[in-house]
């Protein structure tokens, strides 16, 4: 017998993909996209800082500054982006529920 693949997409492991789970994990995905690009850069920043002079070092440690700060904002921001799809998810299912209940009626 074959053993059923899971969907990765099925975060609640029902059986069902619905469209909050579809938005849920798009996010997820984007998260990790952006984590790997930002491991990339650092390590790319660092092999160039490496071999820079010291201004450049100078400014390049004004710029980490920058950079983390940023990178903080960003977090946030996609951390607030989540949240608002799960909402918006929770809302979609509840007003389809009540559709479907009137429709019962």
């Known amino acids: 017998m074959e053993e059923e693949k899971k969907n990765p997409q099925d975060l609640n492991g029902d059986g069902k993909v619905t469209w909050a789970e579809k938005l849920q994990y798009a996010a997820g995905k984007a998260n990790e996209k952006i984590s790997e690009a930002a491991v990339n850069i650092k390590k790319d920043a660092k092999d160039l800082y490496e071999k820079a002079s010291p201004k450049v070092k100078e400014v390049c440690a004004e710029m980490k500054e920058n950079a983390t700060e940023f990178a903080g904002k960003a977090k946030v921001k996609l951390d607030e982006m989540s949240e608002d ?6 809302r979609a299912k509840a007003k389809f529920q009540e559709r479907k209940e009137k429709k019962e009626d």
């Open 85 to 90: 799809v799960s909402e918006a998810a929770d």
